[in-house]
C-alpha cells in the first residue's frame, strides 16, 4: 500500500503553467502505474493522465493532451504533471492516483482501476 501527497497547486493566468508533484511512500510505487485525475465543482472526478511502472509510457485525455505532461522519477518516488497553457476550464482540484496491483497503465483511465489517491490540490486558471 502506498500513501501519496500532491503539492505544486495554486492560482495561475490563462497561458500559465503548473507542476504538480505527487510524492509517494511504500515499497510498492515503482511496481505501480500512476496517474491524474481532477474534479470540478458538480462535476465528476475525471480522468488526465497516466505513467506506466517504467515511465516509458503514457496516456492523456484528449482535453489536455499537447499540454500536460506526465512523468516519474521512481528513484525519488515521485510523479509529476508539468501543466502548461493552462485555460479557464482547467480549474479543478487534481488528485493523484496509484493504480491497483493489476492494472496496467492504459488502464487508469477510469477511477475503478486506482487503489489510492492522494488528497488533492487545488488548481485555479483566472482569464
Known amino acids: 500500500q502506498v500513501q501519496l501527497a500532491e503539492s505544486g497547486g495554486g492560482l495561475v493566468q490563462a497561458g500559465g503553467s503548473l507542476r504538480l508533484t505527487c510524492a509517494a511512500s511504500?515499497?510498492?510505487?515503482?511496481?505501480?502505474?500512476m496517474g491524474w485525475f481532477r474534479q470540478a465543482p458538480g462535476q465528476e472526478r475525471e480522468f488526465v493522465a497516466a505513467?506506466?511502472?517504467?515511465?516509458?509510457?503514457?496516456r492523456y485525455a484528449g482535453a489536455v493532451q499537447g499540454r500536460f505532461t506526465v512523468s516519474r522519477d521512481n528513484l525519488k518516488n515521485t510523479v509529476a504533471l508539468q501543466m502548461n497553457n493552462l485555460k479557464p476550464e482547467d480549474t479543478a482540484v487534481y488528485f493523484c492516483?496509484?493504480?491497483?496491483?493489476?492494472?496496467?497503465?492504459?488502464?487508469?483511465?477510469?477511477?475503478?482501476?486506482?487503489?489510492?489517491w492522494g488528497q488533492g490540490t487545488q488548481v485555479s486558471v483566472s482569464s
Open positions: 505513467v506506466s511502472w517504467s515511465g516509458r509510457d503514457t
Open positions: 492516483a496509484a493504480a491497483n496491483r493489476n492494472s496496467a497503465y492504459w488502464m487508469l483511465n477510469t477511477t475503478i482501476n486506482v487503489g489510492t
Open positions: 511504500g515499497r510498492s510505487f515503482s511496481f505501480l502505474a
